[in-house]
Every structure is written in C-alpha cells, then in structure tokens.
C-alpha cells in the first residue's frame, strides 16, 4: 500500500547557482518500514470566518503513530490566506497557492489541526481549501 | 524577482481501490503579494549527537507574520531515527526517516517565541536537512 510523496524545488534566480531539490519518501507507519494504511481523501472545505475552525481533530489514540497532512489553499487573490494553528499555536499562514505537506504528532486531544480565513470578509468571497490525511490505523474503530 | 517553485507529488496505486494522484505546484512569494521570495538560507546540514533539543531557526531572527517556508527532510536510513519538530513549543509531529516537511513559519514573536526547534528520537548520530525560504 505504498503511498509517496515527492517534493520538488526549482529556481533559477534565488540564488547565484540554480536551486534544484527533489526529495521522495514513501510513507511508512512510526518508526517501521511498513506502509500507511489509512486515508481522509483529499476533502475541500470553503472557509467564511476568521474563527479557527477544527480542520483534523486529534485523536488520543493517534499519539506518536505516524500521520501526514497535506494542505492547500486554492484562492487565487494573493491577499487570501489561511492561518493554521496546532495546539492552539499558529504555526503559520498559507497564501493563495500555498500547500504544507508535514508530519502530525497527536499528542493529545488538544492538538487539533486549525484553520482560519483571518482576512476573510463578505466581500472577499469564500477560501477554498484541500486537505488529505495519510495514517496509521488505530484501535480506535475496532474498539468501538 | 526570483522564482521558486515548490510542487508535491502524491501517489498511490494500492492504498484506495481508486488511484491517488495528485499533484500541486507553489510560487513561493511574499505574503499578501505576487513577488517571488528572494532570500534562502540555501540547504543546510545538522547532524546532532545528543537527544536535546536544537534550534535551528529562531523566530526573533525573522520578521514575524510573512510568509516564510521551511523545507525539513531526515536523511537517515534507519526507520526507528525520527527527528520531533516543535514550533513555538508545540510539537507538530515526528519526520522519520526519509521523510519530508514543508511547513509555513509564521515567525511570530508578538504573542509568544515562534522557534523552530527539533529533537533527535536518540543521542545516536541523527542528520536532518533543511533549508527557510524568507519572506
């Protein structure tokens, strides 16, 4: 059940020499070479509030297994961004195009992943979103 | 006006019974604005021997709340060596080995101390790789 994710930069100008990176890994389960099992699908949200809005919601059980979310801000106004918070932390702000592909650690129930449309107003129309989680399976369906 | 382009390519044959790919390009610009970012801290190299923690961006460092982009990969090979990512104190998550992370920084230093900080999983040899775009 092989699942990769390949990072590719380029730049010709940001730098004297030309900026080239490309990184694949395939995604594993913590601390094994067995693969992720389990998938959200790629969701679209459209954001109209400046309110942090529970975007994944931790679960307990999912302390330190291996998780990865990708998300990306489809506006196509620059001015547009998403702010996403861990935790109750910003962690930073995602501009019209931006993706964040990063690892998830559950610590515990509060370590939701939240989103905001910070500069949202009726005027600016809705933000769209999309985001996948990639996981590892818990007991949390079997024991319910 | 430079331009760097960031793209992320996710695929999967067998993890659904329907295909996954997916594959999303980023000029990486100012915040709020079309300007391609011009400042790099070119890719850099930290290989740590010790389970403390380690700084490797300080948020008082960069201005706060710009669209910074920061390029993290654990280069190792052995899947038990994770390197956990904290930002402000809170811990984002665990990058094992030959994972990737591109996360944007806020860099905030109003409300609290927005550092990028990483912790090796043990005091064995652990390199991570990284590289900040800066707004």
Redesign the interface.
Known sequence: ???????????????GDP?N?S?T????K????T???Q?T??NRVHLRSTVNKVLLGANAEGN?L???V?I?NKATD??L?V??T??????????A?????????Q?DEA?DIEVAASNWTASTGDIPVEY?L?HEDTDFLTNA | MATTTATITLASTDLLSDEIALTSSATLTGAGNSTGILNTSGLSRKTTTSASEYTLFAAADYTDDKSHKLYVKNIETNAALFFEIQIAGVVVGRLYAGDWALIPWSADTTSTNCDVDITPSTSASHTIEYMLFVD
Request: with cysteine.
């Open positions: 059940m092989a699942t990769t994710a390949t990072f590719t930069l380029t730049s010709a100008d940001i730098a900026v990176v990184k890994a395939t995604c594993t913590a601390g094994a070479t693969d992720l099992d998938t699908g790629l330190d291996a998780a990865k990708y990306i620059p001015s961004y702010t996403v861990i935790n109750a932390q910003t962690i930073g702000k995602l501009y195009g931006d993706w964040m592909f990063i690892p998830w650690s610590t370590a996948a990639f």
